[in-house]
């Protein structure tokens, strides 16, 4: 499975991104769909994730009312909707696929992921 994650770039601080990311699963609904962010120095965070409908979200608590994420299983696609950004949200997204909705320890957890996008950059300047 191919992830191909696009539309990062430079907001200011209370500005909106949307970054979306596309799949090449054949069975697309079949994977839960989730973001991850990295910035230099720090382990990879787990931002918002989708189950394989799109039925059930989870965030993380540094995002979770800003940032929303969405799946259109028809266009094999997961996008992330990102609002009132701030300085801390800055670094690469990675959009990233498995094949169970688990428990949130395991949902969160960036190695229970098989298969991982190339990555988009997001700097929000204050």
């Known amino acids: 499975v191919q992830l191909q994650a696009s539309g990062g770039g430079l907001a200011q601080a209370g500005g909106s991104l949307r970054l979306s990311c596309v799949s090449s699963?054949?069975?697309?609904?079949?994977?839960?769909m989730a973001w991850f962010r990295q910035s230099p120095g720090k382990e990879r965070e787990f931002v918002a994730a989708s189950s394989m409908s799109g039925g059930k979200t989870y965030y993380g608590a540094s995002v979770e009312g800003r940032f929303t994420i969405s799946r259109d299983n028809d266009k094999n696609a997961v996008d992330l909707q990102m609002n009132n950004l701030g300085p801390g949200d800055s670094g690469v997204y990675y959009c990233?696929?498995?094949?169970?909705?688990?428990?949130?320890?395991?949902?969160?957890?960036?190695?229970?992921?098989?298969?991982w996008g190339q990555g988009t950059q997001v700097t929000v300047s204050s």
């Open positions: 990233a696929a498995q094949t169970l909705w688990p428990a949130k320890g395991v949902l969160t957890n960036s190695t229970a992921y098989r298969f």
């Open positions: 699963a054949r069975r697309f609904g079949g994977y839960t």
